[in-house]
């Protein structure tokens, strides 16, 4: 599904991309400057991030666990 919605979307958000940048002048942040655009960003760098961080989170505590039993 998700190559799929790619290969539909993808001509139309790069078009949009390209608008934004004409807008801005070739700034990107014009991403920022909107508070909902800002949240919607941040959602996916989270979303993007977050397998990372739990494995890392996973691996913290069972090692936090093993010190415990050990001492």
């Given at each position: 599904m998700?190559?799929?919605?790619?290969?539909?979307l993808g001509g139309r958000i790069e078009q949009a991309y390209r608008q934004a940048l004409i807008?801005?002048?070739g700034s990107n942040l014009i991403f920022l400057e909107k508070p909902i655009s800002l949240a919607l960003l941040?959602?996916?760098v989270l979303f993007l991030c977050l397998p990372t961080i739990l494995s890392k989170s996973k691996q913290f505590m069972a090692?936090?666990?093993?010190?415990v039993e050990a001492a």
């Amino acid at each position: 599904m998700g190559p799929t919605v790619g290969l539909i979307l993808g001509g139309r958000i790069e078009q949009a991309y390209r608008q934004a940048l004409i807008i801005s002048k070739g700034s990107n942040l014009i991403f920022l400057e909107k508070p909902i655009s800002l949240a919607l960003l941040i959602g996916a760098v989270l979303f993007l991030c977050l397998p990372t961080i739990l494995s890392k989170s996973k691996q913290f505590m069972a090692a936090l666990e093993t010190s415990v039993e050990a001492a």
